[in-house]
């Protein structure tokens, strides 16, 4: 424009001079004007805008300014703005890939690793808040660990990398305490868990409320417990705690598979429940909290689960090497010396169960805190098992237990006697009409089994009924006891030949021990007893159940349930001649009765009948004057 300036100060030449720069140097030129104080000079026009008609955002003004006369030139400047567009869309694209790419690199990674992880914490607690037992078999739950599982599945990291993280360290933290909540508080601390996290929601709170009430619930109470744990207390010392753990195990697995659960581990003793279904009934501002209630249902078979639980243990107990793993060999030896002289397994214990009603709640302090059940109920159970000693079998269960029983179970259950039971205040009552007013009335039961039947070489249905027809000390079943409890010894080297020839010697009968002496094959009797249990201890492992089970009328239908039922189920004189006799004996024909239970124990050992024999033989044989039909228990 400077140079155009003093060239068209000529106005011959103007024109040309104009039209030389447009056609070379200036092309987006559009007008070129030359004026003074008076007007226009001279005025060039060019009709070659870029966008037609030219935005005015395009023209560019460019003034230069002379004595006396100005030049005005108005140049297109669309083409910049074009070429200004294309820098700033390629800048843009350029800018989005780079965020893409970022996003790929370090997003996906944010999301999938932090942001995810916590938003699972989250509904882990909301779980955990819910249901603090049994959020584990959820659907949700398991989506959740779906969800992980795919965290690792969907992207570059391996699921070792996933595990090194925080977040996977807080979660696991997470299900650890729902865990530990689950353990140390049990079924009946479920609402205590539950009412407090709801209470704190939303609140900086860290209190533990203990002031509300306990609720009445309708339960089937299991109580069991290890026989002589004292003598297993002086022998262990303080590995005990591995041989009581190891039991509880066995306990807690299986029960736990068929939905019962944990309550309260009392040194010896386990308390396990399952929640029942109670029909609503009308309350009463006076009720006692404590009192029965005949409204009870099972809808998912709960009753059956707990027995099948229960045989499924005493199965489980037979397994002698699952319970010494883990001990020093010196423990060891004194636990089976000192346990030397009882028949059967080296664990052994007895299982009460009844169904009935129980408040729970929290028992205790902001420093020490019990989740528990308490009620009559809970102390029926616990009747019932240390009752099992008296009648010399490994389970018995309440009347009230057993009609919730399939009926296909009741016909497998023996009833065993009918109790009176007299609280403390009725407890010193001596007239029969006052005793039977004043008592409650329980029967009892038994599911009878013969255990050793998992472990004999031969189908029973090929043993002679002769050799299972004997007392204590005679027959198969007795020298198979025998044998395992050799097995024991020799197994875990915890007594010397001379020692375990003691002991076989003490547990066999005298008839027996005459064979022996008379075949001179002591050595050799023990010696083959021992391989063969070696060998069946290697085929038959015990395996704990690690998830819930199914339960179906067909678990009553496995082998080995089978197998423990033969000989009473083939047998047709031990269960009609019981309830004969045990009928007999409360209708005072004692003779007829004792007839009945000694053709019970020519058939089998029988605890029970044993007991009934010991009470007519204390009696003289003869039922007293004030006798009543209920064998009357004072509380």
Known sequence: MVFLHGRTAN????????????SSVIPFLLNYTRANSTGIIFQRTYANCYYNPCPDRHIVEIVIYGQGVNTTGYFDNGQVWVAGAKMQLTFTIFIVMLWVAAETSFGGPVIHLVVEPIE????????????????????EYKNLVREEDGTANGWYWTKEMIRGMETHFLM??????????????????????????????????DVLFLNKQGGTVSCIFLFCDIRQFTDATESLQEEVFVFTNRIANVVHSICNSYGGSANKNIGDAFLVSWRLDET???????????????????????????????????????????????MSDAAKNKLMTKLSNRNGPLVQMGFGLHAGTAVQGAIGSQRKLDATYIGESVERSEFLESSTKSYGVPILMSDSFYNLLEPANRRRCRKVDQLLILSEEFGNLSDPHEILESGERMSVYTFDMDIDALWRSVPDDEVDISDRGSTVGTGAVQSLRNRRRLSRSSASKSLSSTEARRGLLRSTSNEGRRNLWRRGDIEKAMHEAAAVDQATEKARELVLPNCTHQYTDKSWLEPDIKKIRREYVSNGIIFPKYQEGLKAYYAKDWEHARNCFELVLSQRDDGPSR?????????????????IAYNVVRG
Not at 17 to 22: M, P, S, T
Not at 195 to 203: A, F, I, P, Q, S
Not at 295 to 301: D, L, P, Q, V
Request: some cysteine; proline content about 4%.
């Open 611 to 627: 007991y009934f024999l010991k009470l007519i033989a204390d009696h003289g044989g003869v039922p007293p004057k004030k006798f």
């Open 280 to 326: 609503p009934i009308k309350e009463d501002a006076n009720d006692d909290p404590f009192r029965e209630n005949s409204n009870y249902k099972s809808k998912g078979n709960h009753a059956d689960k707990a027995l099948l639980s229960v045989v499924k243990i005493c199965m489980a107990l037979q397994y002698d090497q699952y319970f010494t793993d883990g």
């Open 120 to 139: 699972r914490m989250v509904r882990m607690l909301s779980m955990l808040m819910k249901d603090p037992l049994g959020y584990s078999e959820t659907s």
């Open 11 to 22: 106005e011959l030449f103007a024109t040309t001079a104009v039209d030389i720069a447009h």
């Open 172 to 205: 696991s933290t997470i299900q650890r305490i729902g865990n530990l909540l689950r353990v140390g508080f049990g079924s009946a601390g479920a609402e205590i868990i539950r009412d407090n996290l709801e209470r704190v929601r939303g609140r900086n709170e």
